[in-house]
């Protein structure tokens, strides 16, 4: 599908006067079925995962898996010289496993430094960054979404799209200056 | 699914019908006046047995207390939007600390079993007498009429304000409120930790801990939002507050129990490890009593069950917003913070292992029932929810 102007589609943007249409235009994009969708604002809007019918992210999992793997790594760091490879005595403390306490801190700290390495990482990787455009920017009326706009954008690549539906559904739900946006 | 458009609230406000609940209020009182006779019973019996019993059931109802005080005084201070529906129950269970002042007249009687220092005269014990500027029998009693009179009165007036605001819905009633907070909560950080030292590390004059009010308080603030749990759930069960209070704030209760049993533990561990590290007689011998002999065992399943099994199932989201799911935890998180009061009390009584006695039990039932007696009479005084208050719809459209 090409635009007047010659271009591949990326979608089909709106532009809605509050955060309360945003939302409720939102419920019915959902329930129309569309996967390919997003909503900008310039704050979050609270209920609008249930509104566009978001499931859970699954970002913890690799959050879980980065604070394990930090877990492990504190407790192989500790207890491998000091209780395996070369046991002193220090401060009269133990050297079997009852010297953990004096390990936690090592443990709690690597735990979130790599929990909070899995989650940064892994929410650049979801969110498909660093990139250098986007073709949303191509749309002029989108640079106020971080500003006082409220938009809805719904992608060509989504399998139910067609111009003419997306377009009647977002006149439907009160949409203004609905754009068609090209690629780049 | 949160979205909850139709439901329309009720400015007259949902009112517990005493009545309906005759029976068990009847239940509450007949086991309250039991327990009071065991308790006399009790005291001229086994005084030395029961001074310590008495003080494990009265520190365990008192940190449940303090911390629904805590939880009433945060949401005026930081004009929290979510509390409304559920801070009626807050401020209900908090007024009941002018009782406690009443509960507290047997660790009086009992002093002299309880607290070595009120024993040793002046001149005998060096350590002892460097501490006598704190340590003396006037400025305990002054201590505590403040701390009672303080929670008392502030837990009252709360209460008080707010359900006139129930009638005239004016503001200014929470405009008061919040000015009364900002006071208030200076006064209970110094209040609730001077407490616990008065009167739980008080049993051991030789120790001390600069972070004993932050750990009391920890497990009071975290025990006092599940038992708030169970209040609500209990109050739904019998047909109230169902359009009111939603899964979302069930979640938000939940979202807190996780931060105050991470809290706890964090507080717990930093205590322990930085004793455990110096390794100074006079710091370790607290942490030494309680854990040899059978004392360790309850130690280790405090830690394990506290955390350990608290933690990860709070963690998740699905338990959080289904109701009996964080029932269960809220029940045993407040087995956990009973535990918690009986290990740092009876210890100082029974050194060389865990020591049941009969007499442990009694006090819970004493105070319990009888708080639970004035409790139910106190719900049916006022609407279950302030209906009035200027910050209801927010929370009554809750999504977090």
């Known amino acids: 599908m090409k635009t007047p102007s010659g271009h591949d589609v990326y979608g089909i943007g709106a532009e809605y006067p509050t955060a309360g249409a945003l939302y409720e235009a939102a419920k019915r994009v959902r329930d129309a079925g569309f996967k390919r969708w997003d909503v900008h604002s310039p704050f979050p809007i609270h209920g609008m995962d249930d509104a566009m019918g978001l499931g859970k992210s699954w970002l913890s999992a690799p959050v879980l898996a980065g604070g394990v793997t930090g877990l492990l790594t504190a407790a192989v760091l500790e207890f491998g010289p000091s209780s395996i490879l070369y046991p002193l005595i220090v401060h009269g403390k133990p050297r079997n496993f009852w010297t953990v306490p004096a390990f936690f801190p090592i443990m709690f700290e690597l735990t979130v430094l790599f929990s909070a390495f899995s989650a940064f990482f892994a929410v650049l990787i979801m969110n498909g960054l660093p990139r250098w455009n986007h073709p949303v920017f191509n749309w002029d009326r989108f640079t106020r979404a971080t500003n006082d706009g409220f938009f809805l954008i719904i992608e060509a690549r989504d399998p139910r799209f067609t111009e003419v539906e997306a377009r009647q559904l977002l006149e439907e739900s009160g949409g203004q200056h609905i754009t068609l946006i090209h690629e780049d | ?400």
């Open chain 2, 1 to 400: 699914m949160s979205e909850r458009a139709n439901v329309v609230p009720m400015p007259e406000g949902e009112f517990f019908e005493a009545n309906r609940f005759a029976g068990k209020s009847a239940l509450f009182g007949i086991l309250a006046l039991i327990g009071i006779v065991l308790s006399v019973v009790g005291g001229l019996v086994a005084p030395h047995q029961f001074a310590y019993s008495w003080l494990f059931g009265f520190a365990y109802f008192f940190t449940l207390l303090i911390g629904c005080f805590f939880w009433t005084i945060v949401h005026y201070a930081v004009d929290a939007e979510w509390t409304v529906v559920v801070r009626r129950q807050l401020e209900n269970i908090a007024s009941l600390l002018a009782v406690m002042a009443v509960f507290f007249i047997p660790v009086l009687l009992l002093r002299h079993h309880l607290y070595e220092w009120m024993n040793i005269p002046r001149g005998q014990e060096p350590l002892l007498d460097s501490k006598r500027l704190y340590l003396n029998m006037p400025f305990y009693l002054g201590r505590c009429v403040l701390y009672f009179v303080f929670f008392g009165a502030a837990a009252f007036l709360l209460r008080r304000f707010s359900v006139r605001q129930d009638r005239d819905g004016n503001p200014w009633w929470t405009l008061a409120s919040r000015k009364l907070s900002f006071l208030s909560l200076p006064l209970f950080g110094l209040c609730l930790t001077f407490a616990a030292y008065d009167w739980l590390i008080g049993t051991d004059y030789r120790w001390f801990s600069t972070m004993w009010g932050v750990y009391i308080f920890a497990g009071a603030a975290g025990s006092s939002m599940s038992l708030l749990v169970l209040v609500i759930t209990a109050l739904r069960s019998a047909g109230y507050l169902r359009d009111v209070v939603t899964l979302e704030h069930y979640h938000i209760m939940g979202k807190w129990m996780l931060a105050f049993t991470v809290f706890w533990a964090y507080i717990g561990f930093g205590q322990y490890m930085l004793i455990w590290y110096a390794n100074i007689p006079e710091e370790t011998q607290y942490f030494i009593r309680r854990n040899v002999e059978s004392w360790n065992v309850l130690n280790l399943l405090l830690v394990v069950g506290r955390f350990f099994v608290g933690f990860p199932l709070l963690l998740l989201r699905g338990p959080k917003k289904q109701p009996l799911k964080i029932c269960v935890i809220a029940g045993w998180l407040l087995l956990m913070q009973m535990l918690d009061i009986y290990i740092i009390v009876l210890p100082a009584l029974h050194g060389t292992g865990v020591h049941l006695s009969i007499w442990d039990f009694v006090p819970l039932l004493t105070i319990g029932a009888t708080l639970a007696f004035l409790f139910l009479r106190v719900l049916g005084k006022a609407s279950l929810f302030p209906n009035r208050d200027p910050r209801l719809i927010e929370s009554l459209y809750l999504v977090n």
